[in-house]
């Protein structure tokens, strides 16, 4: 859940993380997860259908947004700007800005956006995840977009690991010398605390590396079975909620969250 200390602001979980005080109650984890995909949805694949002005860089008003939100999904009449900024400013992966009213996606995006983060921080080291039928592909034409403006980066080999795990257990990663191609020319943007982006990344610039098999092991039985249960009680609750977006919108923020791995 989300909860705000007076003194130390916005935090997800039971009592703020630095003073141990239990603060004020913002939003439930139902609520949490739900208006996240909504705001993945409006932000980074259809602005359009929640009337919705996007500027080039992808801001977007922050009560306009509320004001869409609340008129379409009744379960969130309730809805304040200040729990869309308690949303976005506890998000763990900084997926979400927010800056004078205003709000935007750092990355993810299927729409065209031109956005305009840092260059001036880019790392010696990047790394992307494949599946094994693609990497073939990639060590000839290089990294290039599929169904997103922008080509993803992590930060670490186990981000990356964890990013590719959402279409293959065995994911491929290639190391991208990020340093020298930036010193190249080609522009990577810092988007996220882990994320970096880019509109390409050529072949002389990758090299696949070897994954540890730890990093690539199977969940333990108990864990899985842990985590078939808590998705079995979500789609009960999702059952019971009337109020739901249409449903191609809600499977694209599904598929959204998957893509949120990274």
């Not at 996007?54 to 379960?75: E, K, L, T, Y």
Request: some cysteine; proline content about 6%.
């Amino acid at each position: 859940m989300i909860r705000m200390c007076e003194e130390h602001g916005y935090f997800r979980g039971e009592v703020c993380p630095v003073c141990g005080m239990e603060g004020k109650f913002i939003m439930n984890d139902y609520e949490q997860e739900h208006l996240g995909k909504t705001l993945a949805g409006a932000l980074r694949h259809f602005p359009e259908k929640f009337n919705l002005t996007m500027d080039p860089r992808g801001w977007v008003d922050i009560q306009q947004f509320v004001n869409a939100v609340r008129s379409r999904q009744r379960r969130f009449r309730w809805l304040r700007a200040y729990h869309v900024v308690a949303l976005i400013k506890t998000d763990p992966k900084g997926r979400y800005q927010y800056k004078d009213g205003y709000i935007r996606a750092t990355y993810g995006h299927t729409i065209d956006v031109d956005l305009d983060f840092p260059t001036d921080d880019v790392p010696e080291k990047l790394y992307y995840p494949a599946t094994e039928e693609e990497a073939d592909f990639l060590k000839e034409g290089g990294i290039r977009p599929a169904d997103r403006v922008f080509v993803h980066l992590s930060t670490t080999l186990e981000a990356a690991v964890e990013a590719g795990k959402v279409r293959s257990p065995r994911p491929v990663i290639f190391e991208i010398d990020a340093k020298k191609a930036s010193e190249n020319g080609i522009k990577i943007m810092h988007a996220a605390p882990t994320i970096f982006i880019t509109k390409e990344i050529p072949p002389e610039y990758m090299k696949e590396v070897e994954v540890p098999e730890e990093l690539l092991a199977e969940p333990e039985p108990e864990k899985e079975e842990m985590e078939g249960e808590e998705k079995a009680e979500g789609k009960e609750e999702q059952g019971e909620e009337s109020e739901e977006v249409e449903g191609s919108e809600e499977e694209n923020m599904d598929a959204e969250e998957k893509e949120d791995s990274e």
